[in-house]
Every structure is written in C-alpha cells, then in structure tokens.
C-alpha cells in the first residue's frame, strides 16, 4: 500500500506525498502548494520511469489556467494541459517526462 504524508501550510494550502510500490520498488513524489495570494500552484514532482500523465485536483473556485510551466534541469518551457471534470472537482491533466525533478508552476486566470 503506497504510503501518503499530508502538510498543511498556515495561509496556504500544501500537501506532501510519496507513493511506492514495494514489489517493483517505483514510486513517485510530488509537493503541491496552491498560492492564493498570487493566483498560483507550485507542483514540484520526482519518481521512476520515464514519463507520467498527471491528473491535479485543483482548487473548487478555480475554472481557467493561464499558463502551465515546467523547470526541468536548467530548461523552462511552456506545455499544454487540459482541463476535466468529475462531478464538482475540476482537474488539470497534463503530461511530463520524469527523467529529472522538475517544477511545473500553474498560473490561474
């Protein structure tokens, strides 16, 4: 069972989590935290393998993404992502190697 640790961040909201799959020793990582004040989300992510669709909660209020950036080993760039729903909960889903850590930064509308 992947093992999951949550923070909560006084004026923000933040979660730390990293799941890992003992039988085959994959795992991935990742620290969200959504910045209110300056309508943004900082995903900073890591694991095995060499790519993952990411699938991120976003907060209810939200309804439109600006822009999505990646911070990979010295190299930014824009990438496309896509917005879903299930039932009330809006989703960014959106794709990414995972050959370096690297922080993707969501700008709201």
């Known amino acids: 069972m992947p093992r999951k640790d949550y923070?909560?961040?006084?004026?923000?909201?933040?979660?730390?989590?990293?799941?890992?799959?003992?039988?085959?020793?994959a795992y991935f990582t990742?620290?969200?935290?959504?910045?209110?004040?300056?309508?943004?989300?900082a995903y900073l992510?890591?694991?095995?393998?060499?790519?993952?669709?990411?699938?991120?909660?976003?907060?209810?209020?939200?309804?439109?993404?600006?822009?999505?950036?990646?911070?990979?080993?010295a190299r930014q760039r824009q990438i496309p992502g896509t917005l879903s729903k299930i039932g009330i909960s809006a989703y960014l889903d959106f794709s990414t190697s995972l050959e370096d850590p690297a922080e993707i930064t969501i700008v709201i509308n």
């Open 7 to 25: 923070i909560s961040v006084e004026g923000n909201e933040a979660v730390v989590v990293c799941a890992q799959l003992k039988a085959s020793g």
């Open 30 to 41: 990742y620290r969200y935290h959504f910045d209110q004040q300056h309508n943004e989300i």
């Open 45 to 73: 992510f890591t694991g095995s393998g060499k790519s993952v669709m990411h699938h991120v909660l976003l907060p209810l209020e939200i309804s439109n993404i600006k822009t999505i950036t990646v911070q990979d080993n």
